[in-house]
């Protein structure tokens, strides 16, 4: 199965007078894994459901390969779905479920049941063939789901929230086996997901919606290190990134309060990120009081107030210094600090 390199090329969608999607541009790398994030209503499904035929098009192109598609019907683009709900027939066997589009299609017998087993040892369900969707986990459905949207040896598999009726543990359990299936079968798959476990662990690349728009399409690495926008700093982390008003005043960061912050070269105005694990507990620098404490097992996460009277979220190892402190004191390396414009909420290189 190869990948084909998806492009999109200036993309809107209207519904009536409303604009879900004004004017998209992007393109997916052949075989690329890309996960599509953001917060409900964002047009993240929207985008989605176009490149699978499901939507049409409103202006613009989208192109698998060199080939327009935005006029093509659904069945004739070469691409396959994996839906949240599964959509499998209850009446029929794993192998008839897996094998029905084959069998439109008027595939022989022969080469159909080749290709069951082929997608069946790929997916696990060797010994699954047998048995009807209600005999079955909720991982083995999407297990099933899987298989049979890859057993038409499609160039682009879309997948659309797939994880989201798995409880914790089989999330986690598919997370890996998503992850080792795209290397074995080499499409481009393009998975939507409001979740950003799912998004930083599965994606080469992230593109991140808000509102209809890219904040920013990257590494999930560049994305979580160096954010482009304030909405990007905020969404992906969790906790998320601290971000306070601060004012650069000859290399020294002050907090609006006029509390010294760290040194960082700026001068004026300015949105200061600092990411909760980043900060520090030390026995000098912002003095804080503790307003409240979760432990999670392996670190803490404690919401503090400065004497200033800002507000910060930090995460401390179990048992680090201070930890169970009431009141504690900070300290920011001036390297852990990302500085976004207050006006346009662009990032600050």
């Known amino acids: 199965m190869t990948g084909t390199r998806i492009t999109i090329d200036n993309v809107t969608k209207r519904y009536d007078r409303v604009e879900v999607i004004p004017g998209l541009s992007a393109q997916f790398e052949a075989g690329e894994f890309t996960v599509i994030l953001g917060p409900s209503g964002c047009g993240k499904s929207t985008l989605l459901n176009m490149l699978a035929g499901l939507e049409e098009v409103t202006s613009g192109r989208l192109l698998f390969g060199a080939r327009e598609v935005q006029n093509v019907p659904a069945k004739d683009r070469g691409c396959a779905m994996v839906f949240q709900n599964y959509a499998l027939y209850p009446h029929m066997s794993v192998a008839d479920n897996i094998g029905y589009s084959l069998k439109l299609a008027k595939v022989r017998k022969a080469e159909r049941v080749e290709r069951i087993a082929a997608v069946a040892r790929i997916a696990g369900l060797e010994g699954y063939l ?14 099933v789901a899987i298989a049979r949207a890859i057993v038409r040896e499609p160039g682009v598999l879309l997948f659309d929230e797939p994880l989201s009726n798995l409880d914790a543990k089989l999330r986690n359990d598919m997370r890996i086996e998503l992850s080792n299936l795209h290397k074995r079968i080499g499409a481009t798959s393009v998975f939507v997901t409001h979740d950003q476990v799912e998004a930083m662990t599965l994606a080469d690349r992230i593109l991140i919606l808000n509102e209809g728009q890219i904040e920013q399409f990257a590494t999930p690495g560049e994305i ?5 926008t304030t909405f990007v700093a905020e969404f992906i982390g969790a906790p998320a990134m601290n971000l306070l008003k601060a004012r650069g005043e000859g290399g020294n960061l002050c907090l609006a309060s006029g509390t010294p912050m760290t040194t960082v070269a700026h001068e004026g105005e300015v949105l200061a990120g600092v990411r909760p694990e980043r900060i520090e507990l030390s026995d000098a620098g912002l003095k804080a009081q503790v307003l409240y404490r979760e432990d999670l097992g392996s670190h803490h996460i404690l919401l503090v107030q400065l004497d200033s009277g800002e507000q910060m979220r930090l995460s401390t190892s179990q048992g680090g210094a201070n930890a169970d402190s009431s009141e504690v004191f900070l300290h920011i390396p001036p390297d852990a600090v990302h500085l976004f414009d207050p006006e346009t909420q662009q990032r600050i290189n």
């Open 224 to 228: 979580y290190h160096r954010p482009r």
């Open 130 to 143: 047998d048995r009807r969707p209600s005999q079955l986990s909720g991982g083995q459905r999407q297990r």
